[in-house]
């Protein structure tokens, strides 16, 4: 009977989690309450990673980034004043980690997908639809994309990576990136603009 209580409890208090917007979990986080905040990693750290893997490049960087940004934000909950989305502010902790990454390596512009474990295979699957041709062109046409996003500079590169890859609202960008809502915009413009330069310079042939 007792197990089943605490079973009984154990239940409801998941079912309370997966219920509570991420405001609620915050509050109860900061109240002590480290399975809260772990639910928030749950609904987050996919898209985390995602965003980290976009401006990094690289799969353990960007696993290092999304560790480092979650940690950032248990250590800083106290500091959340709800002026922003929680999904806006993970996301500007997260960018601030890949930027301290950056800055650490010391490099300029690595290939936005480049990857040497194998990640490059898990973000492009031919279709068996495709014709061999197709296939082939379909594939340096995806390379072509990332080394084109891969070589913009950084703050021309997070807002593509945000709008086109997360989805993500120019509303959530601006709040994230604590810019203007025409920065952003403007950033996204020059951006597409360089990306379409870059692409019509180097078209793909099938042979």
């Known amino acids: 009977m007792r197990y089943d209580s605490r079973a009984r409890a154990a239940i409801d208090t998941s079912l309370m989690y997966k219920t509570s917007t991420d405001e609620q979990l915050v509050e109860l986080a900061v109240g002590q309450d480290p399975d809260a905040f772990g639910e928030i990693v749950r609904r987050w750290e996919r898209k ?16 290092d980034a999304a560790q480092e940004a979650f940690i950032a934000a248990y250590r800083n909950l106290k ?50 639809l495709l014709s061999p041709a197709r296939t082939i062109e379909k594939a340096e046409r995806t390379n072509l994309i990332r080394q084109a996003v891969g070589a913009l500079p950084t703050d ?23 810019l203007p809502l025409s920065t ?16 019509e310079r180097t078209p793909v042939e099938v042979v």
């Open 48 to 63: 985390i990673f995602a965003l980290c893997f976009g401006m990094l490049g690289r799969e353990d960087d960007a696993g």
């Open 79 to 128: 500091n959340f004043r709800g002026e922003a989305k929680v999904s806006s502010w993970l996301h500007r902790i997260a960018v601030n980690q890949c930027l301290t990454i950056k800055r650490r390596q010391r490099t300029r512009a690595e290939d936005f997908f480049d990857s040497e474990d194998g990640s490059e295979e898990r973000v492009f699957v031919a279709s068996p």
């Open 156 to 178: 021309l590169r997070q807002v593509v990576v945000m709008k086109e890859f997360e989805e993500m609202t120019f509303q959530e960008i601006s709040e994230t990136l604590e």
């Open 184 to 199: 952003v915009k403007s950033r996204l413009y020059t951006a597409l603009r360089q990306l379409k330069m870059r692409l």
